[in-house]
Structures are given as C-alpha cells and as structure tokens.
C-alpha cells in the first residue's frame, strides 16, 4: 500500500519552520507574494466583478476584511472568493508548469483573508510566520500537481490549490499533525473544479478557484471545532489520486524532495494575460518577427505542431460572439492579436477589443 501523502503532508506542514527557507526562497515568496497582489488589483476589473460582489455580500454579511484595489470591505469568505477570482480571472497569475497549477489565488486569498480578521481581533499576524505559510501551500498545491501524470479532468488550479490554502492556513493557526491531517480530509469532501468552464471559456473558471480557496477556510473552522476528515485522502480507495487524478500518479518526486525543495523556485511569472499554453505561439512570432522583420500582410497561416495537452486544451476554434475567457484560451486568436498588434495587455482581450 502506498505512503498516504496526507501523512507526508502534515508531518512537511508541521514541522517546517521559517528558518528552513534559503535567502534565495525568501526573495522568491515575497516577489510572487507582490506578483499575485498585482495581479489581484488587475483583476478588480474582471468580468462581472460587481455581480459576484452583490452575491457574495449576500452568502455572509461582515466588512472585516478588504477586497484587493479597492476600498471595498466584506465578511472574510466573501472576501476570499472575490479575491481569488481577481487574482485568476485575467488569466495572469503565476504558475507552476510542471504541475500545471497556479497555486497562489486560493492560498493568498484565504491566507489574507483569515489574517485581516484575525488582526483585527488583535492577534497580529508574524510576517516570517506569513511566509512559511504561505510557501507551504505552495509546495502542498505544486507537489499535488508534479504526481499527477494523466490527463486533466478537473481544474488543477482549483483542485490541488485548495489543499495548499489548508496547508497555509493550518500553519498560520499552528495545528498538530493530527489537525493537519483532518483539515486536509474536510477539503476533500469540499473539493470542487472541473475541466468544462475552461474548455467552454467561461468566468466561473476563476470562481472554481474562490470556491476551494472559501472551502479551506470551512476546513480550518470544522477542524478548531474538532471534526475528524477521512484520512486516506489522496491514496485511499476513493481518494484525490483515484478520483480526480484517474488513478495516474507517480509519488517518486514528492517523496524524495518535499523538505528539500520548495516549490515557490519553481513558480513562473506569466508575461501575458492569456493562456500559458498560448505562450509559445507568441515567442516564436515574436522570434520570427525579430529575426526576419515580418509583418502582419508578410503571413498567410501559421502552422504550429504541438503536444495532445497544449492541442486538446488552447487549440480551439475562433467562434461567433466570442467571449474574454475563451478568447484568452484560444491559440488562433492570441496569435493573431499579437501578429497584429505586436503586444498582448489586459486590454486585448476586452469585450470592445474581441
């Protein structure tokens, strides 16, 4: 029987401590922390932003806690949920490539989220113990992530980042192993996340992540009030592995790194709002338009040869009525933008520029 990596997990949650971290780790948690604050400002001008904000107030009332690039403030799950969709929904936050995962909407969200109150309340929140935090949930999503080796039938940014937000949170509230351990099986039974919104390039992609990210604060609640979760988490008969993984993992690099390496190194900055998989096709027109002075009426077609993954998942066709999510996971259309104009930003791919 294999190792239950929730065991792995909450025993690399609990015993890590902020003195582990290289000066190299250090620079790396708070130029991606800055980045996903970034990113979340941005993002205050997503799509049908003040809708969600409307809803949302209604879930659960409160002003605790404040709504990245704005003055807004509102009870802390609604906070999160507001927040993570920000920092995801304009398709630019970082990412880990080998795990397919960006990992920081759900954490920071709900690792902000639970400080502001928390601070409020007066317990104020030690910035070394932030950062440990915060680069546990990073390496809970991305390890998540790295042993996966199928194909993707859920939304992995939702999914595996909602067990990064538990780790972080589990962390900032010092929780035994034995708490961990609980946190982790309660957000499985709140997983949620699935593959369809971003084949079909809908906005309720970004909110599968505020809805893992809200989850892991129920889960840190249920376990301070002292419910057990079910422990086979990720290897048991109907666990993470079996089910939203199809049972195709590989546990050899989690098992010989996690304490060794933190994840955080391995984040990626992502220089365009689109896509990551569109990314390629954008360097090498803009190689192409460097190297030999091409312009836009130079090209007819361009042909790309890519992986199955990167083809099932960007390789869509430009449709009627286009929308700003399916625009941003549509290879022909980001190519195309960027041939054009030279440049992708925020702007390109608004309703007016679509």
């Known amino acids: ?60 009332k409160g002003e605790n806690c404040t709504v990245l690039g704005t003055w807004d403030k509102y009870s802390r799950d609604a906070t999160t949920l507001i927040n993570a969709y920000q920092i995801h929904c304009l398709e630019f936050d970082c990412i880990h490539e080998g795990a397919v995962v960006h990992p920081m909407a759900a954490i920071l969200s709900s690792l902000l989220a639970h400080c502001e109150e928390i601070n409020n309340s007066g317990h104020y929140t ?39 937000a538990v780790a972080a949170l589990s962390k900032i509230q010092k929780f035994s ?36 990210a809200k989850a892991a604060l129920a889960s840190m609640d249920l376990t301070k009030a002292g419910f057990p979760g079910p422990k086979r ?15 195709d993992y590989e546990m050899t690099y989690l098992q010989e790194n996690i304490g060794k390496v933190w994840m955080i190194d391995q984040l990626a900055h992502k220089p ?40 099932k998942l960007v390789a869509r066709p430009i449709i009627d009525n286009l929308t700003t999510n399916y625009s941003k996971l549509c290879a022909k259309f ?14 390109t791919f608004t309703e007016k520029n679509i």
């Open 177 to 212: 192993m034995e708490e961990i351990h609980n946190a982790l099986g309660i957000m499985y039974s709140q997983t949620c996340g699935n593959m369809q919104s971003h084949v079909e390039g809908v906005p309720i992609l970004g909110l599968q992540v505020g809805f893992n």
């Open 272 to 311: 365009f709002p689109s896509g990551r998989l569109t990314h390629g096709l954008v360097h090498a027109i803009k190689d192409l338009k460097l190297k030999y002075g091409l312009n836009k009426d130079d090209i007819e077609s361009i042909e790309c040869f890519v992986p199955p993954g990167v083809y």
């Open 334 to 347: 980001v190519g195309a933008s960027f041939m054009i104009n030279d440049h992708l930003n925020i702007e």
């Open 126 to 164: 030690n910035g070394k113990e932030f950062l440990i935090s915060l680069a546990l949930g990073v390496d809970i999503a991305s390890f998540l992530g790295i042993c996966a080796r199928g194909e993707l039938k859920f939304f992995r940014p939702a999914t595996a980042s909602g067990f990064g």
């Open 233 to 247: 988490v990720f290897n048991g008969e109907h666990g993470y592995f079996k089910l939203i993984e199809n049972d």
């Open 1 to 60: 029987m294999s190792e239950e990596v929730a065991e792995i997990f909450s025993k690399h949650i609990f015993s890590s401590r902020y003195e582990d971290l290289s000066e190299k780790t250090i620079k790396q948690l708070k130029v991606f922390l800055l980045d996903a604050v970034g990113v979340g400002i941005a993002g205050s001008t997503g799509l049908k932003l003040n809708e969600l904000k409307k809803i949302a107030h209604t879930w659960s």
